[in-house]
């Protein structure tokens, strides 16, 4: 039930928004420039709001994960057999990932890289499926995540947090960009700690909570940033880390220990 409330939810928001600007009820005071502007005023602030919401829907300080009672989707099959191809061993059963709406996710751990990989289908009307590679920084300082999907991009990277995204990428170009991005990132002096099946789940649950932290230091912010843009249809990690012209501050960052 809370599931197919979250899923219905945004149009709910969205229909009540527009009705409130396009078609006001006559109690709210006479036509006129005062009154568009409040109710324009009014409509983005609750726009603002259901944003924070949502996120901290998305980003819950205690994940819940648990087996998936089911089939996988079709689709999750189909890039889970792309992804054994590469080398990528289950990292567990398929789970049902505790959000608003719940996530189906299928995890993976590469038999010989430093990698974690997952492929998952979201509850949102329309469903996505997608998949994402991720490497986690030694001592945990940050870690990062290589994927195909430009919303990805959507919330600001926390301090050492780094990312990836070609848009429409295939699994496997994905991945050989993901290895670069590794590289990179230890030519710089970062490594990246050894992965485990048996700690995927701790480590999934780490980086939720670390991703939780950041946003309830800055909600409004995260919400903005996160409006502009879906809006814009823009991000700052497009592409290898090589190219991105945040990656070297964020080096430096964490060289240093400051985060400004």
């Not at 819950?60 to 189909?78: F, M, R, T, W, Y």
């Not at 974690?116 to 997608?130: I, K, L």
């Not at 998949?131 to 919303?151: E, H, K, N, Q, Y």
Request: without cysteine; positive net charge.
């Amino acid at each position: 039930m809370k599931d197919n409330i979250a899923k219905v939810l945004p149009f709910i928001v969205g229909g009540f928004i527009g009705w409130l600007l396009f078609n006001p009820p006559a109690f709210l005071g006479p036509p006129g420039p005062l009154r568009t502007a409040l109710l324009a005023a009014a409509g983005f602030m609750l726009l603002v709001a259901f944003i924070v919401y949502s996120i901290a829907s998305s980003v819950p300080a205690d994940i819940g994960i648990s087996p998936l009672a089911g089939p996988v989707d079709a689709g999750i099959g189909a890039l889970a057999g792309r992804m054994r191809a590469l080398g990528f061993v289950e990292a567990g059963p398929p789970l049902r990932v505790e959000i608003k709406p719940a996530v189906t996710l299928v995890p993976f751990v590469h038999a010989g890289e430093p990698v974690y990989a997952t492929v998952f289908r979201t509850g949102t009307v329309p469903a996505v499926t997608a998949f994402d590679f991720v490497s986690i920084l030694d001592g945990f300082r940050g870690g990062l995540t290589t994927s195909a999907d430009p919303r990805g991009g959507t919330l600001p990277a926390g301090p050492g947090a780094f990312r990836q995204i070609r848009d429409g990428a295939s699994v496997e170009a994905a991945y050989r960009l993901h290895l670069e991005g590794v590289a990179w990132l230890r030519s710089r002096g970062l490594g990246v700690k050894k992965v485990s099946a048996q700690e995927f789940a701790a480590d999934f649950k780490a980086a939720m909570k670390r991703q939780h932290d950041g946003f309830r230091s800055a909600p409004v912010r995260h919400a903005l940033i996160a409006l502009w843009r879906t809006v814009s249809k823009r991000h700052p990690h497009n592409g290898p880390l090589a190219s991105q012209p945040g990656a070297e501050p964020q080096v430096r960052e964490l060289q240093t220990g400051y985060h400004g």
